[in-house]
T-cell receptor, first 114, second 111 residues
Framework: NAGVTQTPKFQVLKTGQSMTLQCAQD?????MSWYRQDPGMGLRLIHY???????DQGEVPNGYNVSRSTTEDFPLRLLSAAPSQTSVYFC?????????????FGPGTRLTVL | EDQVTQSPEALRLQEGESSSLNCSYT??????LFWYRQDPGKGPEFLFT???AGEEKEKERLKATLTKKESFLHITAPKPEDSATYLC????????????FGAGTQVVVTP
């Protein structure tokens, strides 16, 4: 199993550009989520999904969109990048939504918005 | 509002010098408390889940404990390879797997 994979590893954008961060898992996990990590602030939840076709907002959803058309993939879209979105982004998955199973994290995408 | 506070922010230890990290929390109905380890440039790696006050879990030199208000991660006789940032997170009873993370404790163990 590859686990949770994320692409790209690094990305530089200009203000106003849009892009999609890719996340995939091959563990047949129900639950997937996106976090951003900023210095001194810990991981903050952006969006999450409890299954294909079902998504919801987390703590900091503004400026981001998600969709979940398959169990495996959960892309994060930045609609119009802003310098405040400079961060490290992590995708995570766990076996069951609603349970307390551990979340597996991907290696992260480091995004810089100029 | 759920809140997680970790202390200290940073900890520097000599190899073999045992210490403890603290995670204090307020949450509406704790469903689970999680400890993760994060190495520089990598994603968090799961260590433990604790469910109820009084529970303890161990893995090598690490031991996690839980009370109704806080959790401790004890590092016994640490080695340089234990250097990492340790993250604590809570899952509330009404959440769908959503985790609330603390800011982490950065641990450096020197030979």
């Amino acid at each position: 199993n590859a686990g949770v994979t994320q692409t790209p590893k690094f990305q530089v954008l200009k203000t106003g550009q849009s892009m999609t961060l890719q996340c995939a898992q091959d563990m047949n996990h129900e639950y997937m989520s996106w976090y951003r990590q900023d210095p001194g602030m810990g991981l903050r939840l952006i969006h999450y999904s409890v299954g294909a076709g079902i998504t919801d907002q987390g703590e900091v959803p503004n400026g981001y969109n998600v969709s979940r058309s398959t169990t495996e993939d959960f892309p994060l879209r930045l609609l119009s990048a802003a310098p405040s979105q400079t961060s490290v982004y992590f995708c995570a998955s766990s076996y069951r939504a609603g349970g307390t199973s551990e979340q597996f994290f991907g290696p992260g995408t480091r995004l810089t918005v100029l | 509002e759920d809140q997680v506070t970790q202390s200290p922010e940073a900890l520097r230890l000599q190899e073999g010098e045992s210490s403890s990290l603290n995670c204090s929390y307020t949450v509406s109905g704790l469903r689970g408390l999680f400890w993760y380890r994060q190495d520089p440039g990598k994603g968090p790696e799961f260590l433990f889940t604790l469910y109820s006050a009084g529970e303890e879990k161990e893995k090598e030199r690490l031991k996690a404990t839980l009370t109704k208000k806080e959790s401790f991660l004890h590092i016994t006789a640490p080695k340089p390879e234990d250097s990492a940032t340790y993250l604590c997170a809570v899952q509330a009873g009404d959440s769908w797997g959503k985790l609330q993370f603390g800011a982490g404790t950065q641990v450096v163990v020197t030979p």
